[in-house]
């Protein structure tokens, strides 16, 4: 089984947490690169997250999308619990894809830009949050950008999403440019170089 913390793939993984008030919480998750046959899944635990977060931190993808994601042979990566549920979700998109426009604002030439992927969706059930889920994905990104030989990682996060855009920067993501996405969304656009990790 791996620790969180030590080394990151795919499998059985152990999140071990101690909050500030002493209370441990253990959690085994089942880390996986999600097949096409979970589209509806996939889809169905998006929907669930809606429900659960501000409308303005969240985005997620649609069926006909998701279908893409599998065209492209993006990674689409999800974590579940013993029961077999998704608690986890990360949607890694590689170059070049309908999100280039963000390495573009990040001001990458053309070149750079067919280097660059996409850590394009990020959602973790809120009653698994706090365990370093994400803290993981990000690292996990991080992997699949030097397995697929990106040189750079793009994301969108909300200013307002505190804790995510902790754990981007505590990944040394930088925050590149502002605008706004997914029609009225207000977004800080962030990219790293994993080069330089
Ligand atoms: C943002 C999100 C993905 C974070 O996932 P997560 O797995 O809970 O994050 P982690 O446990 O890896 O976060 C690690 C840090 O954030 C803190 N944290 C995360 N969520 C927290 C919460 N709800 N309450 C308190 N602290 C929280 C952790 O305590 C930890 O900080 P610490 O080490 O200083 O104690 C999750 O809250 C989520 O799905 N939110 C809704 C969708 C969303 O915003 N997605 C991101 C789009 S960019």
């Known amino acids: 089984m791996i620790e969180r913390g030590k080394e990151v793939g795919f499998g059985e993984v152990l999140f071990d947490v101690e909050s500030p008030g002493g209370i441990r919480r253990i959690f085994v998750g089942f880390v996986e690169k999600a097949t096409e046959d979970m589209i509806q899944e996939i889809y169905d635990f998006e929907q669930f997250m809606y429900k659960s977060v501000d409308e303005d931190t969240f985005q ?3 069926i006909e999308e998701l279908k893409e994601n599998f065209k492209r042979n993006d990674d689409i990566v999800i974590i579940k619990n013993k029961h077999n549920n998704i608690v986890g979700l990360m949607i890694f998109m590689n170059p ?4 280039y426009q963000l390495a573009v604002d990040c001001g990458l030439d053309k070149k750079a830009v067919e ?7 990020l959602a973790v059930n809120d009653y698994f949050r706090g365990l370093g889920i994400q803290r993981y994905l990000l690292r996990l990104a991080d992997r699949l950008a030097k397995e697929n030989k990106s040189q750079y990682l793009c994301a969108t996060v909300s ?4 804790y995510s855009l902790a754990n981007f920067l505590e990944r040394n993501y930088e ?3 502002e605008k706004i996405k997914y029609g009225n969304k207000n977004r800080y656009i962030l990219l790293k170089n994993v080069e330089n990790d």
Do not use: E, H, Q
């Not at 070049?96 to 999100?99: E, F, G, V």
């Not at 280097?115 to 969706?121: D, E, G, L």
């Open 175 to 177: 925050i590149k440019a």
């Open 96 to 99: 070049p894809d309908d999100y």
């Open 115 to 121: 280097k660059t992927s996409v850590v394009a969706v």
């Open 60 to 62: 997620g993808r649609d």
């Open 159 to 162: 200013p307002n999403n505190k």
